[in-house]
Nanobody, 115 residues
Framework: QVQLVESGGGLVQPGGSLRLSCAAS????????MAWYRQAPGKERELVAL???????NYEDSVKGRFTISRDNAKNTVYLHMNSLKPEDTAVYYC?????????WGQGTQVTVSS
């Protein structure tokens, strides 16, 4: 069974940095899009950043210039480098991957930006 396991969340002060990781495991033939979503309390889940299999990326406007998504295809892993974090970045961050044509989600990792 394929699963996505996230790591790297936590508490950080405004202006700080965090790196999230998400590794896919199980019997995998191919991974297309990989992405990070987030959901803040009382809000809908939103797309933060997406990276396609060949490396092209898209970002939500509020994170452009601060967040960078990358992937290591050999390790079936996607990363989210987050710099200049703001309190409004506080949310549960979810990893997403399209694996062998099926959408897969991680369990979520909490990111809290607070002084």
């Amino acid at each position: 069974q394929v699963q996505l396991v996230e790591s790297g969340g936590g508490l950080v002060q405004p202006g700080g940095s965090l790196r999230l990781s998400c590794a896919a495991s199980g019997r995998i033939f191919g991974i297309n899009d990989m992405a990070w979503y987030r959901q803040a309390p009382g809000k809908e889940r939103e797309l933060v950043a997406l990276i396609r299999s060949r490396g092209s990326t898209n970002y939500e406007d509020s994170v452009k210039g601060r967040f960078t998504i990358s992937r290591d295809n050999a390790k079936n892993t996607v990363y989210l480098h987050m710099n200049s974090l703001k309190p409004e970045d506080t949310a549960v961050y979810y990893c997403y991957a399209l694996i062998d044509g099926y959408p897969c989600w991680g369990q979520g990792t909490q990111v809290t930006v607070s002084s």
